[in-house]
């Protein structure tokens, strides 16, 4: 990564930017910030109406940390491709194996553009988990690639050719609304998703673009990236859902939003614009785990021990699917020391608890007469399209 944007090979991802050079990257985007506040201040309260109309009796529900009951006895519907792993070309060959063994068929990979040198060993670490898999490629961006729209356009060209007849998914960008990973502003992203849409709308009608990859319950950005005058559009939603700062699922944010309210939010900003087909993917979910500083992403007070990480992790997934509103659920990722299902610290892999209770996620049939119509639409979804 450029020295200006360092990553932390610990936590996989860039480290936290100085307030001198975040202000210095801000500079010259004022008028972009004030298109995101006049968005929100239009569109946040009825949104917010729609959501507490929809929800009205279950809003606070959850404010103990425990489950609803009666939210709990929704019996849940998915197919196994609704869990997802996120698999990095860094950790190696070992996870061919490791996937395998868990059965799961959803892959996210991450593609860097400022890697695009080294394109063909992704295109050959994706083509390593075999043919029954459905990958999601997830691209990167650059502060190159942000300001330079012809640059991108020839790279994103590549990236699409390189994977044609192995992934049909993209997400563009990622955790967008954090500064240390190069998006200064909304408009930025925006021009970025428009550019390269552009692309895929001349040359590979088939790909499926997938944004607007906020992390995070900071739905203010979301509704920026939904709701504008841009001339794109999004086949799926894409959301990096992390819940981890509160402790369970069931924990809530601002008195009312527990996990199962932040989906049925995410659900109603998602519905309500003309930029999406209304299909949500969250991208990215995990727990710190404690004790394994410098690999944990956050500092020690929001990290978990490993067994409250395995119960964390299937309360996430089970209200993801009772709420109905997810098609798939990325977790991040299969091999980190900090917060993976696999610890490789010392040179070893080590499955943890969590390993095997997503391998029996994965591996529950659901017969459920819902389920088989849920099935039968997406497949003659799939012929149609």
């Not at 932040?262 to 993917?281: A, G, R």
Request: glycine letters at 4%.
């Amino acid at each position: 990564m450029p020295k200006q944007f360092p990553w932390d090979a610990y936590s996989d991802q860039p480290h936290i930017l100085k307030r001198a050079l975040k202000k210095k990257l801000r500079k010259g985007h004022g008028f972009d910030y004030l298109k995101l506040i006049a968005t929100n201040l239009f569109y946040f309260p009825y949104l917010f109406l729609k959501f507490s109309l929809k929800s009205v009796g279950s809003i606070s529900s959850n404010n103990k940390s425990k489950p609803n009951k009666t939210f709990d006895k929704i019996e849940p519907t998915a197919s196994k491709d609704f869990y997802g792993l996120c698999v990095n070309l860094d950790k190696g060959e070992a996870q061919y194996k490791l996937v395998e063994e868990l059965g799961v068929k959803s892959l996210q990979i991450r593609v860097f553009l400022n890697d695009i040198k080294n394109i063909d060993a992704y295109v050959k670490f994706a083509k390593g988990f075999g043919e029954d898999k459905e990958i999601l490629i997830c691209i990167i961006q650059d502060r190159k690639h942000i300001t330079n729209y012809e640059l991108l356009a020839k790279d994103i060209t590549t990236i699409f050719e390189k994977f044609k007849g192995i992934a049909n998914e993209f997400m563009i960008g990622n955790a967008i609304n954090r500064i240390k990973w190069a998006f200064v502003s909304m408009e930025e992203y925006l021009c970025f998703y428009q550019t390269i849409q552009k692309i895929r709308d001349k040359q590979f009608p088939d790909i499926k673009l997938i944004g607007s990859s906020i992390i995070d319950f900071e739905y203010h950005f979301t509704i920026r990236t939904l709701f504008n005058n841009y001339k794109i559009k999004y086949d799926k939603v894409a959301s990096l859902l992390y819940v981890d700062r509160r402790g369970s699922p069931y924990s809530t944010q601002m008195g009312i939003f527990d996990l199962k309210n932040k989906i049925e939010f995410l659900d109603t900003i998602v519905k309500s614009s003309n930029k999406t087909e209304n299909s949500i993917y969250i991208t990215e979910a995990n727990w710190p785990l404690s004790g394994t500083a410098p690999y944990a992403p956050t500092s020690e007070k929001e990290c978990v021990s490993e067994e409250k990480y395995n119960k964390y992790m299937l309360e996430y997934f089970d209200i993801a699917r009772k709420s109905q509103k997810i098609e798939k659920v990325y977790w991040h990722q299969l091999i980190a020391g900090g917060y993976g299902l696999v610890d490789n610290r010392d040179g070893k892999l080590r499955k943890t608890e969590a390993f095997e209770s997503f391998k029996k996620k994965v591996s529950t049939k659901l017969t459920t007469p819902r389920r088989n119509k849920l099935l039968l639409e997406a497949n003659i979804r799939r012929k149609l399209t």
